[in-house]
Every structure is written in C-alpha cells, then in structure tokens.
Antibody
Framework: DVQLVESGGGLVKPGESLRLSCVVS????????MTWVRQAPGEGLEWVST????????YYADSVKGRFTISRDNAKNALYLQMNSLRVEDTAVFYC??????????WGQGALVTVSS | SSELTQDPAVSVALGQTVTITCQGD??????ASWHQQKPGQPPILVVY???HRPPGIPDRFSASNSGITATLTITGAQAEDAADYYC???????????FGGGTRVTVL
C-alpha cells in the first residue's frame, strides 16, 4: 500500500525555522514528482511547492517563495520542506502528496505547524 | 496562474443526487480532479480525469467536464458522503497546482 508519513511539525515563534519530512513507502519514489499542500485552520487547501522526480524542476507558491525550500532524497524515499522566516499566517497542516502526471493521487496524514508568539 | 471557483455549500436529501461545480480557465486545457475531506482527516482522491475513480471509491461518484466547468455528481447520496469537496487542476502554465475553495456537502 502507498504510504506517506509526515513529521517535523510543531510550535515555533515568528521568524523561526522548521523542517518537515515525508517518508514514503509502497511505490517507487523516484518515479513520481512530489508536492506539499497546506491547510490553515478552518480554511481550504493551498498548493505550496512541487519538486520533479529528479529534483531538477522546483516550483513554489508566491506566498512562500524565498522562504521555503523543497528537496528530496531518492535514496531515502524522503521529501523535505525547509521553512524559514515563518509567519503567523503559515500556521497550517502541511500535507505531503504524490503527483502522478497531472494528478495528485495520494495524501499523507499531515503535519501541524503552528507559528505563534 | 488561474483560479478555480466552487460554491461554498450545498445540501442533498439522503438518496438523492447532488452536483458540485468548479470553474476556471485552466480547465480548458487540464482535467479537474476531486478530493473529499472529512473533519480531522486528510483529503482523498475520489474522481479524476474524464471520469475515473480510484479503487474503493463507490460508483455513485462521477465527473464530467465542459469548457471551463468541471462537475462532480453524487448519485444516491449517502450519509457518509457528507464532507468538503475540493476540485484541483493545473494552472494555465501547466506547472503549478490550483485548488477550488471547497464545497461543503450536507446530507439531510
């Protein structure tokens, strides 16, 4: 079975950093692009960032560009999101999502990031 | 980039049919997919492409596409179908992802 397990969430102060990880199993990781999607409390889904299979192509939402960095380690079946200069408005559940061509098909359980002073 | 627009909420009587629409310019070029989210749970994919369902998704869920509008139909809605439904597609560049604002379905 396809599994995506996020970790690394927590409570941080504005301006601080946090690194999320997503370890996957049940599929050939290096055959799929991967995406982070977040959901603020009580709000809808917001695409954050996408990385291609090899890591050669990377895209960010304008809201996180310059502050967040997506990366992957295909040898470890792991996806990462380094989040710097965090803001209160970054408070959200962050989901790791598998991408199959033009489709987001499997979601992790999510990691809660809370930014508060 | 492009946006996807959904109605915020709809209601349906148990056993009846409900449709949820999603509009956006990007839908001229890319199919929408539909994700169901229940409280406290991650989204799950329920319908994608022209009208495909992942394994385990009941066939009462179906999708259609016309121009800039994608439609999710639940035929014979069940109590367990009460959830938020999000449409999702590529933006007009084909590189980024966009989501609709979500539609809350209430089953009466």
């Amino acid at each position: 079975d396809v599994q995506l397990v996020e970790s690394g969430g927590g409570l941080v102060k504005p301006g601080e950093s946090l690194r999320l990880s997503c370890v996957v199993s049940g599929f050939t990781f290096n055959s799929y692009a991967m995406t982070w999607v977040r959901q603020a409390p009580g709000e809808g889904l917001e695409w954050v960032s996408t990385i291609s299979r090899s890591g050669s192509y990377i895209y960010y939402a304008d809201s996180v560009k310059g502050r967040f960095t997506i990366s992957r380690d295909n040898a470890k079946n792991a996806l990462y999101l380094q989040m710097n200069s965090l803001r209160v408005e970054d408070t959200a559940v962050f989901y790791c999502v598998r991408e199959d061509t033009n489709l987001l098909d499997f979601w992790g359980q999510g990691a809660l990031v809370t930014v508060s002073s | 980039s492009s946006e996807l627009t959904q109605d915020p909420a709809v209601s349906v009587a148990l056993g009846q049919t409900v449709t949820i629409t999603c509009q956006g310019d990007g839908l001229r070029s890319f199919f929408a997919s539909w994700h169901q989210q229940k409280p406290g749970q991650p989204p799950i994919l329920v319908v994608y492409g022209q009208n495909h369902r992942p394994p385990g998704i009941p066939d009462r869920f179906s999708a259609s596409n016309s121009g800039i509008t994608a439609t999710l139909t639940i035929t014979g809605a069940q109590a367990e179908d009460a959830a938020d439904y999000y449409c999702n597609s590529r933006d007009t560049t084909g590189n980024l992802w966009v989501f609709g604002g979500g539609t809350r379905v209430t089953v009466l």
